[in-house]
């Protein structure tokens, strides 16, 4: 292949770059011309492409978000917007297209290739909601920023003798939320996976308090079923303790990726580029035992979580919590 072309989509996540400075060195180095699309889908149906040599990529490893942008496009849905896409990929002669991207991303990079176009997927969401890897980009940073915010909030909610409830982000997935309240040592947790109520989460700061904790603290995830603000009430009024509820929010999103983050975007850069250079082409990009691997791209979307069960009793094993 001579000429390949990236893109960005959905949300975005910390190491985009890294992976897509990655991704132009090796094409510098194998004398291939790459193009990043900007704004994703949309920047492919608008035309919106632009070379990416080895110079404008230098340096921008450590910088969070996407320097060609990244959004969600609903036209790409449509026929009319799809067959935009596939004109302006032909006309721009690109061989090869390697998407960075959640699940939406992903449905849209399985369409292209049941429509002929030889994809590379990378996953690239901070939820770490694509099951078949056990990581993608951005997770890890994502998780540092939450433990770095709910370290940092704890410290005025300790010398106040408050409790603290976080909201963290994961529609689908409470990975972000699990990780967060394991190194945090939270005394109670509330994710998609497991079904907690109110009045479990107050038995659990019970607990805690009995055991002299004076600010306890509640990690959710904001694909829970409980109401962050209905858990802050209620603690507030059973247990007479003043209660913050806090929603981390962008911060998930920011900072400069961990090396973790950085490493994989790098190692997932020089594989798909390799992979297309080799014509193995419709496969999405994944990590398992610190192995990086490729896999079908239209098998991955079949693939179950793994909930982490052993971790949340590992979590309530600290406070002498029964298993669940």
Request: proline share 2%; charged share 20%.
């Given at each position: 292949?001579?000429?390949?072309?990236?893109?960005?989509?959905?949300?975005?996540?910390?190491?985009?770059?890294?992976?897509?400075?990655?991704?132009?060195?090796?094409?510098?180095?194998?004398?291939?011309?790459?193009?990043?699309?900007?704004?994703?889908?949309?920047?492919?149906?608008?035309?919106?492409?632009?070379?990416?040599?080895?110079?404008?990529?230098?340096?921008?490893?450590?910088?969070?978000?996407?320097?060609?942008?990244?959004?969600?496009?609903?036209?790409?849905?449509?026929?009319?917007?799809?067959?935009?896409?596939?004109?302006?990929?032909?006309?721009?002669?690109?061989?090869?297209?390697?998407?960075?991207?959640?699940?939406?991303?992903?449905?849209?990079?399985?369409?292209?290739?049941?429509?002929?176009?030889?994809?590379?997927?990378?996953?690239?969401?901070?939820?770490?909601?694509?099951?078949?890897?056990?990581?993608?980009?951005?997770?890890?940073?994502?998780?540092?920023?939450?433990?770095?915010?709910?370290?940092?909030?704890?410290?005025?909610?300790?010398?106040?003798?408050?409790?603290?409830?976080?909201?963290?982000?994961?529609?689908?997935?409470?990975?972000?939320?699990?990780?967060?309240?394991?190194?945090?040592?939270?005394?109670?947790?509330?994710?998609?996976?497991?079904?907690?109520?109110?009045?479990?989460?107050?038995?659990?700061?019970?607990?805690?308090?009995?055991?002299?904790?004076?600010?306890?603290?509640?990690?959710?995830?904001?694909?829970?079923?409980?109401?962050?603000?209905?858990?802050?009430?209620?603690?507030?009024?059973?247990?007479?303790?003043?209660?913050?509820?806090?929603?981390?929010?962008?911060?998930?999103?920011?900072?400069?990726?961990?090396?973790?983050?950085?490493?994989?975007g790098v190692r997932w850069g020089v594989l798909a580029v390799q992979l297309l250079m080799q014509d193995m082409t419709n496969l999405a990009l994944g990590i398992?035992?610190?192995?990086?691997?490729?896999?079908?791209?239209?098998?991955?979307?079949?693939?179950?979580?793994?909930?982490?069960?052993?971790?949340?009793?590992?979590?309530?094993?600290?406070?002498?919590?029964?298993?669940?």
């Amino acid at each position: 292949m001579r000429k390949i072309a990236v893109l960005c989509s959905g949300g975005d996540c910390q190491a985009m770059n890294a992976c897509i400075k990655a991704i132009a060195d090796t094409c510098h180095s194998n004398k291939i011309e790459l193009l990043g699309i900007n704004r994703g889908y949309q920047g492919l149906i608008d035309n919106d492409l632009r070379p990416l040599r080895k110079l404008d990529v230098a340096n921008i490893e450590t910088v969070a978000g996407a320097i060609i942008k990244t959004s969600r496009s609903p036209e790409f849905m449509t026929e009319k917007g799809f067959n935009k896409a596939l004109e302006n990929l032909k006309n721009n002669g690109i061989e090869g297209l390697i998407v960075i991207g959640g699940n939406g991303s992903f449905r849209g990079a399985r369409d292209l290739v049941n429509a002929g176009v030889h994809v590379i997927g990378i996953p690239g969401t901070i939820d770490n909601d694509l099951f078949y890897t056990e990581r993608s980009l951005g997770f890890d940073t994502a998780v540092q920023q939450a433990v770095n915010a709910v370290t940092d909030i704890k410290q005025t909610m300790y010398a106040n003798d408050r409790a603290v409830v976080f909201k963290c982000m994961g529609r689908h997935c409470g990975d972000i939320a699990l990780h967060t309240a394991v190194a945090v040592e939270a005394d109670s947790l509330a994710v998609n996976e497991v079904e907690y109520s109110i009045p479990q989460i107050i038995e659990d700061i019970k607990n805690s308090m009995s055991h002299g904790v004076t600010s306890p603290v509640v990690v959710m995830s904001e694909g829970s079923k409980l109401d962050m603000e209905e858990v802050v009430y209620e603690i507030q009024s059973q247990l007479q303790i003043t209660t913050r509820g806090i929603e981390l929010g962008y911060v998930q999103r920011g900072g400069e990726p961990t090396y973790y983050d950085r490493m994989l975007g790098v190692r997932w850069g020089v594989l798909a580029v390799q992979l297309l250079m080799q014509d193995m082409t419709n496969l999405a990009l994944g990590i398992k035992n610190d192995k990086i691997f490729s896999t079908p791209l239209i098998e991955v979307e079949h693939v179950l979580q793994e909930f982490r069960v052993d971790m949340v009793n590992d979590l309530r094993t600290l406070h002498a919590l029964p298993k669940l």
